[in-house]
């Protein structure tokens, strides 16, 4: 039983489209995140929420919508994507702050043609 | 942001060797720091967490830090071709909220 699941695994589409990344954990934690990995294995904070509250916005553009309508669930919603917005992107979650342990769904890999 | 600096690697050990990971963070404030494992094409895992200064054992790994000096380090005792990997140095943000990662040091242990 997966402990945080993230689909689709892959994702290919055209520049331009609107694409949706969706997570759910069901280990009962309260903080859940976004996490971009670029093609030089940089892990960059997107966002961070805690009891479906938004706590941190990393300077994403506003393209980017992370939504969470239970604290099991954040989703990731792109519009008008571009071509660097190719990555890997890792829903994570932590049973309270970050200052415990993160675990990590599986990845969904972006490309943008 | 606040940096989390590693040296990229490779960084390549001949197995049974001691491989020595370091990382250096900006924010002086910061209070909680980690060790990430990354195979390649899977998604990071918890290794090791230091909160402080001084040595942390577990296994085969040291986890080390000196917050005068905003360093860490991570050993690796007896290096094993299965610990060829990149390892993620993080530091907690100040919220609390959100871990820096640095940007790695790949790992590979020659038979």
């Known amino acids: 039983d997966t402990a945080v699941s993230q689909t689709p695994k892959y994702l290919v589409t055209q520049m331009g489209n609107d694409k949706s990344i969706k997570c759910e954990q069901n280990?009962?934690?309260?903080?859940m995140y976004w996490y971009k990995q670029d093609s030089k294995k940089f892990l960059k904070i997107m966002f961070s929420y805690n009891n479906k509250e938004l706590i941190i916005n990393e300077t994403v553009p506003n393209r980017f919508s992370p939504k969470s309508p239970d604290k099991a669930h954040l989703n990731l919603h792109i519009n008008s994507l571009e071509l660097g917005d190719s990555a890997v992107y890792f829903c994570?979650?932590?049973?309270?702050?970050?200052?415990?342990?993160?675990?990590f769904g599986s990845g969904t890999q972006l490309s943008v043609l | 942001q606040k940096e989390v600096e590693q040296n990229s690697g490779p960084l390549s050990v001949p197995e049974g060797a001691i491989a020595s990971l370091n990382c250096t963070y900006s924010d002086r404030g910061s209070q909680s720091f980690f060790w990430y494992r990354q195979y390649s094409g899977k998604s990071p895992e918890l290794i090791m967490f230091i909160y402080s200064n001084g040595d942390k054992e577990d296994g085969r790994f040291t986890a080390q830090l000196n917050k005068a000096s905003q360093y860490v380090s991570l050993l690796i005792r007896d290096s094993q071709p299965s610990d060829s990997a990149t390892y993620l140095c993080?530091?907690?943000?100040?919220?609390?909220?959100?871990?820096?990662f640095g940007k790695g040091t790949s790992l590979l242990v020659t038979p």
């Open positions: 994570a979650s932590s049973r309270g702050s970050a200052n415990e342990k993160l675990f």
């Open positions: 280990l009962g934690h309260d903080t």
């Open positions: 993080a530091v907690n943000m100040a919220s609390g909220y959100a871990l820096n």
